[in-house]
C-alpha cells in the first residue's frame, strides 16, 4: 500500500485562527484572553499516570477549566511529557542526556527516518509550493495536538504580500531604494529600512509629530533614510561612538552623491534643503529616563515636539526602554520591531505587564527566550534544500560526549572558529572542537562510537526542529505581555507583520499611540506608501 495521504496536520484547526485576520495583518483579538491561553497551552502539563497506559486522559488543567465553566483548550490532549523539556536541553546533548529517550514512543516512531525535507513538510508544516503532504504513517494524536496548538496559538507572522514587490526585479537590490541609498546596505537591511521606514512616515503624518527618534541606530541606515529620503526630522540615539562615527561618514558621503545628482538634474528642479540624522552618543537604560531622548531638536517648532520613538531590532532591554518612554507626555507614537529576548532582564524585561505576571506558568526561561530568536522559515528553507551545514547539529553533539568523556565538569562550552566544519571528517571536526575549548585533540577517540553517533544525524535534526516548533508561541507570549503593557496605561497597540520572515524574522513591529488610530490604520498596512 502506497503512502497514506492526509490533510496537513493542523488545518482543521486553520478557523480557530480567528484572533488574526485571514491574511495575517493584524492583532485584532482580545489580548488578555489570548495571553491567558499560552502559559496554560494544550495541556503542557504531563498526562496523569493510569493503568491503561495505552489510553489519553484529561490532564489536571483541563479538569479545572471544565469546573470553572470555561471552553476548553481547542486541543484538549493530555501530552505524555511536557514540551518545555524540548527547551530545556540542547541538541547539543542529544547523545550525553539520551534526548531520543526523552521523547514518548510513538513520536520516535513517527519521526524516526524522516530526512529534512520531511521533517520541513511534515513537522514545520512548511511544505514547498505546490508539494503534496503526504504521510507514510498516522501520526500519535498528541504530537498532532501540540502541532496544532502551537500553530493555533501563535501570532502570525506573514504579511500581507507574499514577495516583497522590491525584489522582483533584483533579489539583491531593493527597487523602493535609489542607488545611493543601496550603497553599504545589504538586502534584509534594504527592506527592513524600506518597509519601517514607509511606515514611521505614515504614522508620523496620522499622529502629526514633529520628530522621529531612532534609538539603537547603529550605523544609521534607517535614520539615513528617513531624514534623507522621507524629509522626516530624526534624532539617531547610538551607545557605540565607534557606530556613531562610521554613521557621520556615511551620512556625509551620501550627501555628497545627492548633490552631485542634483547638478545633473537636467530638468533643473531645485530639491528643498537636505537635513542628516542628528547623531547622539548616549546608553539607554530601561530603568531610568533618559533626557536626551526627550529633547527636541533645536528647529523644533514652538509649543514643543511630537515625538515618534521607533527602534528596528531593538535588542534586549532596549526595547523595553522605548515602551517605559513611551509612556512620557513627549512622546505621541511608538513602532518598536524587539530582537534578542534571551538579553531581557530577570525579572524587570520580562513580563512587563501585570496581567501576564499573574498567569501561573508564564514565566520563560534563558532557553525558552533565545530559542523564541531563531529563524523558523530560514531553517524550514535548509530542511528543504537538506543543507549540509545541518550535519553540525549532530557533530556538535558528538563532540560534547568527547569534552565530557575528558573533563566531565565541563559542559556545553561555546565553540567557535571551526570554519566550513559540515565538510569536515566526524572525527576532524572532534579534534579541532577539542582544541577549541582547550583540551587535548590527540585524545583517543573512539572510532566506532562516533559513526554511530553521526549514523543518528536525521534524529539530530528531528529533536532540534521539534523544539523549534515552539519558537513562534514563546515570541506570541513576549509581544502579547508588551502590547498588554501599553493598553495598561490606557494607551493603544497594534501588532504588525512588516517584514517577510524569510528576509527577517523578526518581522513583527509594535504600533502605540497615545489615541486610536481606528481605520487609519488600514493605511499603515499597505505596502506601497
Known amino acids: 500500500m502506497g503512502p497514506l495521504k492526509q490533510e496537513a496536520p493542523g488545518t482543521g484547526y486553520g478557523s480557530r485562527r480567528a484572533p488574526t485576520r485571514q491574511r495575517g495583518r493584524r492583532a485584532d483579538w482580545n489580548a488578555r484572553e489570548a495571553a491567558r491561553a499560552l502559559p496554560q497551552c494544550p495541556r503542557l502539563r504531563e498526562a496523569e499516570p493510569s493503568p491503561d497506559a495505552g489510553r489519553l486522559r484529561p ?4 479538569r479545572e477549566e471544565e469546573a470553572a465553566g470555561r471552553e476548553p483548550h481547542p486541543c484538549p490532549v493530555a501530552l505524555p511529557f511536557h514540551p518545555g523539556r524540548l527547551h530545556h536541553r540542547e541538541a547539543k546533548e542529544f547523545f550525553t542526556d539520551n534526548l531520543w529517550g526523552t521523547l514518548p514512543c510513538s513520536w520516535q516512531e513517527a519521526l524516526d527516518g524522516l530526512n529534512p525535507p520531511q521533517l520541513a513538510t511534515l513537522l514545520l508544516e512548511m511544505p514547498r509550493k505546490g508539494e503534496v503532504v503526504r504521510y507514510r504513517s498516522v501520526w500519535p494524536l498528541t504530537l498532532l495536538a501540540l502541532k496544532s496548538t502551537a500553530r493555533a496559538l501563535a501570532f502570525t507572522r506573514t504579511p500581507g504580500f507574499q514577495t516583497p514587490s522590491e525584489f522582483l526585479e533584483n533579489p539583491s537590490q ?8 543601496r550603497k553599504h546596505v545589504r538586502s534584509k537591511k534594504q527592506h527592513e529600512i524600506w518597509r519601517l521606514g514607509e511606515l514611521v512616515k505614515k504614522l508620523s503624518d496620522v499622529m502629526g509629530c514633529t520628530q522621529v527618534v531612532d534609538v539603537g541606530s547603529g550605523q544609521g541606515h534607517l535614520s539615513r533614510f528617513m531624514s534623507l529620503g522621507l524629509g522626516l526630522k530624526v534624532k539617531s540615539i547610538e551607545g557605540d561612538q565607534r557606530l556613531v562615527g562610521r554613521a557621520q561618514r556615511l551620512d556625509q558621503e551620501l550627501l555628497q552623491t545627492l548633490e552631485k545628482e542634483d547638478r545633473r538634474n537636467t530638468q533643473g528642479v531645485q530639491t528643498g534643503l537636505r537635513c542628516s540624522p542628528h547623531h547622539v552618543v548616549q546608553w539607554v537604560d530601561s ?8 529633547l527636541p531638536l533645536e528647529n523644533s517648532p514652538p509649543g514643543g515636539a511630537r515625538l515618534l520613538l521607533t527602534g528596528l531590532h531593538a535588542c534586549g532591554d532596549l526595547s523595553v526602554a522605548l515602551l517605559r518612554h513611551f509612556s512620557c507626555p513627549e512622546v505621541a507614537a511608538l513602532a518598536l520591531v524587539g530582537c534578542c529576548y534571551m538579553k531581557l532582564s530577570d525579572p524587570g524585561g520580562y513580563p512587563l505587564s501585570q ?7 508564564s514565566e520563560l526561561s534563558y532557553r525558552l527566550r533565545e530559542g523564541a530568536c531563531h529563524a523558523l522559515e530560514e531553517y524550514a528553507e535548509r530542511l528543504q534544500d537538506a543543507a549540509p551545514g545541518l550535519r553540525t547539529h549532530c557533530y556538535r553533539a558528538a563532540l560534547e560526549t568527547a569534552i565530557r568523556r575528558a573533563q566531565p565538569e565541563l559542559r556545553r562550552p561555546g565553540v567557535q572558529g571551526i570554519p ?12 579541532h572542537g577539542l582544541q ?4 587535548d585533540p590527540q585524545l ?5 562510537a562516533l559513526h554511530a553517533q553521526q549514523a543518528q544525524e536525521n534524529r539530530v535534526v528531528a529533536f532540534f526542529s521539534l523544539a523549534l516548533l515552539l519558537a513562534p508561541l514563546v515570541e506570541t507570549l513576549i509581544l502579547l505581555d508588551r502590547l498588554l503593557y501599553v493598553q495598561e ?3 493603544h497597540a497594534e501588532l504588525l507583520p512588516i517584514f517577510s520572515p524569510e528576509l527577517s524574522p523578526r518581522n513583527l513591529v509594535m504600533v502605540a499611540t497615545k489615541r486610536p488610530l481606528g481605520q487609519a490604520f488600514s493605511v499603515l498596512e499597505t505596502e506601497y506608501s
Open 355 to 361: 496581567w501576564v505576571a499573574t498567569l501561573p506558568g
Open 489 to 491: 496605561q490606557g494607551f
Open 287 to 294: 530603568t531610568a529616563l533618559c533626557e536626551e531622548l526627550l
Open 444 to 448: 583517543p577517540l573512539d572510532a566506532a
Open 174 to 181: 531593493s527597487s523602493r531604494l535609489t542607488a545611493p541609498f
Open 420 to 431: 566550513r566544519s559540515h565538510e569536515a571528517k566526524i572525527e576532524q571536526y572532534v579534534r
Open 59 to 62: 490532564g489536571p488543567l483541563l
Open 436 to 439: 577549541c575549548v582547550g583540551l
